[in-house]
């Protein structure tokens, strides 16, 4: 949450920035790694200019997303600042973030391409994938339960016909006792 007196932004990455800094540019750079846990204890600083007026804030990276390749700020610290340094600009959403059921439905992708909006493919076949497995393991999941339904049945079958063949020799051992 931002707090306008303390003028400190919380910031949410992609966790891939992340990994780009840390196995393409530090690890040719010869420079050390920064894992997630020292990545809250930076400083960022932060100058923002607009409207007749410059002013500088802190920021420190509050989290990592794995969903979202943009940079994220608190809604209440944008709309701040949209009114002090941009105020006759007109602000439009830029990104929406849709959450569905099936993201294997066709209509979706079909919905999407009759608006002309552009969606992040890969996340959208992760989603498939996701479906389509959970499909085949329960596909698999019944079929095992099936054969091993049948497996029983075959063995109880199996104890009855040994019954059956016996019952001469059974029904000579209860005589004798």
């Known amino acids: ?22 196995f393409g540019y530090a690890q040719s750079r010869n420079l050390p790694k920064i894992t997630e846990g020292m990545t809250s204890m930076l400083a960022i600083d932060i100058q923002i200019q607009g ?63 009759k608006k002309k909006d552009e969606t992040e493919d890969n996340k959208l076949d992760a989603g498939k994938t996701t479906y389509f497995l959970r499909l085949i393991v329960g596909i698999v999941l019944g079929v095992g339960v099936f054969i091993s339904l049948l497996s029983f049945y075959l063995l109880m079958l199996s104890v009855y016909l040994l019954l059956q063949k016996n019952t001469d020799k059974l029904e000579n051992l209860l005589l004798i006792g």
């Open 1 to 22: 949450q931002y707090d306008e007196s303390s003028r400190i932004i919380p910031i949410i990455i992609p966790r891939n920035y992340l990994n780009l800094y840390n």
């Open 51 to 113: 409207n007749g007026r410059t002013e500088r804030y802190k920021g420190y990276i509050a989290g990592f997303s794995n969903r979202l390749n943009t940079i994220v700020v608190p809604q209440s610290f944008m709309t701040q600042a949209n009114e002090m340094y941009a105020p006759d600009a007109e602000t439009k959403a830029s990104r929406l973030i849709i959450e569905v059921d099936n993201p294997a439905d066709s209509s979706i992708a079909a919905y999407f391409q």
